[in-house]
């Protein structure tokens, strides 16, 4: 084991390799907050990538109702369940929120990695703590849909501590929408026997070179986020692969530039904004303070990882749904939770610029400048003052040039009297 820099766990973790990091690592933010479940997303990688024999049941982009919905089902709560076996008792955050190297504090538990000494798996001994779902859970990648809860009886207070913006709800659900991270530390690479799964330098995507895979399903077991997927006709396994050809600017309608993947283009909510961020020499962030990425992540604090404690540093960030009880968000993003609702719940001028860039425009946003315009609405939410203002804000591509410019109030459309009832 090797010992490597982990900054959303803001310490040092064992991993099986030496760490190594790519000139620029792709990544994404989602706003939860903003998903309707449509499955675009989900239908525009299977369009495009996962339409053959031997890939019905794959969906490399997949859509969850939580709490109960998962696919494979309740992928999450047996990784849990099963750090808790490894470490009873353990797994908790500590420590005070710093800079860029520990911005949640300290995670005290153990990673997938480290808890897999403790060979608590069904499978046996790992590389990184895991297990294999079985057929049944891999069946009905949508179960559960739109299927609420509640707090138990007499624990209502407990979860809603805080004062809502909203009416409060007895009952919650939210869509959660999923792909591989392309993890800066992958599990599935880890666990590999074949050497088969590389991330690639030039951008950080994590890729299952075909030829070499022998179909052990090793990264199947491993991976936290159950995003490698066994194809029996090929008798390989098989991952999302980001859209690589879009990636690298090869998808002719971008003109040459990088352009976001299927999934992120094809949202309808807009919770979608992709893009590829530096790195340091330690994996860490290099600041880059006009990046909406790393703005959204390291300077609002408004974006966190999913389930950071599994260890593998994913590069999926989360805008956390603000109906939803604390606990719940915290056990799956981490103690970022509480600041990153309460900024959102209440965002200031250049936040609620910066979310107007999601969906905007099909090529990746590489810089983003925002133009100040007239104050338009003046309220207080949740006891705090809240300004809105007319500023615009305007998106650079890779070339520097401008690629989208969106004002924060939107424009009023009126339909024509002719078309008036005309449904
Ligand atoms: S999400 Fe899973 S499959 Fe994707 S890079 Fe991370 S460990 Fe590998
Ligand atoms: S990035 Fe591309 S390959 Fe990956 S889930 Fe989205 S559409 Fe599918
Ligand atoms: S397309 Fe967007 S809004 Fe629709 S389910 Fe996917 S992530 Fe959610």
Not at 3 to 15: A, E, T
Not at 169 to 198: D, E, G, M, Q, V
Not at 213 to 230: Q, T, V
Request: proline letters at 8%; glycine letters at 8%.
């Amino acid at each position: 084991m090797s010992n490597v820099y982990n900054w959303q766990l803001g310490r040092p973790m064992d991993y099986p390799y030496d760490a190594a990091f790519p000139r620029e690592q792709f990544a994404f933010v989602f706003n939860l907050n903003r998903c309707i479940g449509c499955q675009s997303c989900t239908m525009a990688c299977k369009s495009t990538w996962t339409f053959s024999k031997g890939q019905e049941y794959m969906w490399w982009n997949n859509v969850e109702t939580k709490p109960y919905g998962g696919y494979p089902a309740h992928w999450d709560v047996k990784t849990l369940d099963l750090l808790e076996k490894a470490n009873p008792g353990g797994q908790s955050w500590g420590g005070t929120p710093q800079n860029a190297k520990a911005p949640y504090g300290q995670f005290k538990g153990q990673t997938v990695f480290e808890a897999a000494k403790h060979n608590v798996s069904p499978e046996g001994a790992q590389k990184a703590l895991g297990y294999l779902p079985t057929d049944e859970e891999w069946a009905g990648a949508n179960r559960f849909e739109d299927h609420p809860t509640g707090a138990p009886k007499g624990e209502r207070d407990r979860y809603f501590q805080r004062p809502e913006s909203l009416p409060q709800h007895k009952t919650w659900f939210f869509y959660l929408a999923r792909l591989c991270n392309h993890c800066s530390y992958p599990a599935c690479l880890a666990a590999c026997p074949r050497s088969a799964i590389y991330k690639r330098p030039e951008d950080g995507i994590v890729l299952i070179d075909q030829e070499r895979c022998r179909g052990y399903r090793k990264c199947m077991e491993a991976c936290p986020y159950k995003k490698s997927l066994y194809r029996g006709t090929t008798r390989t396994s098989e991952k999302c692969v980001a859209c690589y050809p879009r990636v690298e600017g090869r998808d002719p309608d971008g003109g040459g530039l990088p352009m976001q993947t299927r999934c992120m283009s094809a949202c309808i909510g807009h919770i979608r904004l992709q893009g590829l961020v530096e790195l340091n020499a330690d994996g860490t962030w290099k600041e880059n303070r006009q990046h909406p990425l790393y703005y959204l992540v390291h300077v609002a604090k408004v974006a966190l990882p999913l389930y950071p404690q599994f260890g593998t540093e994913p590069n999926g960030y989360y805008i956390p749904p603000r109906w939803v009880p604390l606990p719940y968000l915290r056990q799956m993003f981490g103690p970022g939770v509480d600041a990153a609702i309460e900024r959102y719940s209440v965002p200031d001028r250049e936040l609620l610029a910066v979310l107007q860039l999601f969906g905007k425009d099909r090529r990746i946003c590489f810089r983003y400048e925002i133009k100040q315009g007239p104050k338009v609405f003046e309220t207080n939410i949740r006891g705090k003052k809240f300004e809105m203002f007319n500023d615009t804000v305007i998106g650079y591509g890779r070339d520097g040039k401008e690629i989208a410019r969106i004002a924060v109030e939107e424009p009023v459309h009126v339909r024509p009297a002719q078309h008036a009832n005309s449904i």
